[in-house]
Structure formats: structure tokens, C-alpha cells
């Protein structure tokens, strides 16, 4: 959206943007308004998860979204203690995960969360061209990556898993108060560039300060996890 918005800006359309997903990828801001109510949705999800788990022996896979970037299920896996946690930004080995699934098992820990980004790929996906990679994944019988990752858990260590899409369940709702107050200073943020015919640019916030970026910054990246 931003990067649509900077080419309108060059064509001398008067534009101002506002770092808007729940998968807080934006460029040029270390927040973006409607993370905060996703990650809620996830961790409240992950946590009812729990008993579940608890109860059948099981690995719960949950995927959340997160294409690109893995924010939003490192911070929600985090938060409601998931036991492994597969984001983009880290290819995975299945013999990792699994050997950490025994480890717990092996410790009397009878169930396990795992959370996985919708983009998390393994190390040998990642050692791949582009487009091999996305004829692999249409050629495979799973649905998402959730389903193969349970897949690889049932193969390696013979331990039941079920798999949990919360898909667009993360993007709707009630968003969270600390949400509402973000888009209020934002949106204030907006109108007061709009006041002072300032445009070209983004409200952001950065070192928890609301400012603003050039909007010629942030078109064409992706704000990922440092590694």
C-alpha cells in the first residue's frame, strides 16, 4: 500500500501513509497499528490450545499468519509459551524440531505447542530458486505449511499432531485498546501533516516516538525479524 503510495506521490498526487498490518512489516516503523489486536487473538488462541494438548498426548500445530515476516508468531508463540516457534526468517530442520519434541517428552512433558508462521520454510526449501521452491509446494498434498509440519512430526517421532489454522480470525474483531490509542496518535500524527501540506510521507514511530518517514524509504521493503 505504501509502495503504491509513494508512486502517486511522484505523479504529484498529495498522499500521506499510515503503517496499517497485523503483520507489523513495514518499513521505517518499529510498530504498526492492528499487531497488537492480531497478536492478542493468537496468544488467547495458543492458550486454549493448552489443555487440549494436555489432555490427548499431542503436538498442537497452530499457523498463524505472516507470509514474509514471522513478527506476529514469534511474538504471540512467545507470549503464550509455545515450545517451538517457525518463522520465515529462520529456515527449520525438521531433525531440530523434533529432537527439542522429544527432549520434552523425554523430560515428562506429555504435549507440545508448535507455532508456525504461514511462511516458514525448511533449510532445504530455502537453499532453493524461487520458483522451484513454489512448484515443490504446489506439488505437495498438504493444504499449508501447518499440515506438512505435522506431517514431518508424526513421520520423525511417531507423536499425534492436529493442526490449528487461525487465518482470518486474526485479522477481524474488536481491536485491542492499546491498538485504538496507536491509531488515534497516528491518525492525529496524519492530520497535522495534512495541516501543514506536508506530504510524501509516512507516520511511524520509532525509539517509541511518533514521527515520520519518507515514503520513498519505505516503498519496495519488508520489515523482517533480525536474524
Known amino acids: 500500500t505504501n509502495t503504491t503510495a509513494h508512486l502517486l506521490s511522484q505523479r504529484g498526487v498529495p498522499v500521506i501513509g499510515l503503517p496499517k498490518t497485523i503483520d507489523n512489516d513495514i518499513w521505517g516503523t518499529e510498530l504498526s497499528f492492528g499487531f497488537h489486536s492480531a497478536m492478542d487473538i493468537a496468544a488467547e488462541s495458543i492458550d486454549r490450545l493448552h489443555s487440549t494438548a494436555l489432555s490427548h498426548d499431542r503436538a ?9 515476516a514471522g513478527w506476529l508468531a514469534l511474538h504471540a508463540g512467545v507470549a503464550a509459551g509455545g515450545d517451538v516457534i517457525l518463522i520465515p526468517e529462520l529456515p527449520y530442520q525438521v531433525s531440530e524440531v523434533a529432537a527439542s519434541l522429544e527432549k520434552r517428552r523425554a523430560e515428562g512433558k506429555r504435549f507440545s505447542i508448535v507455532v508456525v508462521a504461514e511462511g516458514a520454510l525448511s533449510a532445504e526449501e ?18 499449508s505449511i501447518g499440515y506438512r509440519v505435522a506431517a514431518e512430526i508424526e ?7 492436529r493442526v490449528t489454522v487461525l487465518g482470518y480470525l486474526q485479522r477481524g474483531g474488536t481491536p485491542s485498546p492499546y491498538d485504538r490509542v496507536l491509531a488515534t496518535a497516528f491518525g492525529t500524527a496524519a492530520a497535522e ?35
Open 60 to 68: 498442537m500445530v497452530i499457523e498463524l499468519m505472516g507470509h514474509k
Open 193 to 227: 501533516l495534512l495541516d501543514a501540506g506536508r506530504f510524501g510521507l509516512m507516520v511511524a514511530m520509532n525509539d517509541g516516538r511518533i514521527g515520520t518517514v519518507s515514503l520513498s524509504v519505505v516503498a519496495g521493503k519488508t520489515r523482517t525479524v533480525p536474524v
Open 155 to 161: 513421520q520423525a517421532i511417531g507423536m499425534e499432531a
Open 126 to 143: 530455502a537453499a532453493l530458486p524461487k520458483k522451484e521452491r513454489k512448484r515443490r509446494r504446489e506439488a505437495e498434498p498438504y493444504p
